[in-house]
């Protein structure tokens, strides 16, 4: 499986189980957690992934290893990112 610069694996969907070690995947979730999104961490069907937020963090983590998963970035049109921001 790809792997990008930061050992991050590249999937094109949330992988159904781990490569390293087959253990369960689940997503993480970014930004400013509900309370909900407390208790489902803590059930482990979701890993908080904080309030930083960048173009190619993983969209999912492995709750036994720690394996992290994102999709390969896509740009639609290369002009939009490259265009200056005035
Ligand atoms: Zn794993």
């Known amino acids: 499986m ?10 094109d969907r949330k992988p159904r189980k781990c490569p390293c070690c087959g253990g369960k995947v ?3 979730l970014y930004g400013e957690p509900s309370s909900e999104a407390f208790e489902k961490a803590d059930r482990g069907e979701i890993v908080l992934g904080g309030c ?7 969209e999912y983590q492995c709750t036994g290893c720690g394996a992290q998963f994102r999709k390969p970035i896509i740009y639609r049109n290369p002009e939009d990112v490259l265009k ?3």
């Not at 790809?2 to 999937?11: A, Q």
């Not at 930083?52 to 993983?58: G, L, R, S, T, V």
């Open 52 to 58: 930083i937020i960048f173009a190619d963090m993983p």
């Open 84 to 86: 200056p921001k005035r």
């Open 2 to 11: 790809e792997k990008d610069t930061n050992n991050i694996y590249l999937v």
């Open 26 to 28: 689940v997503p993480i």
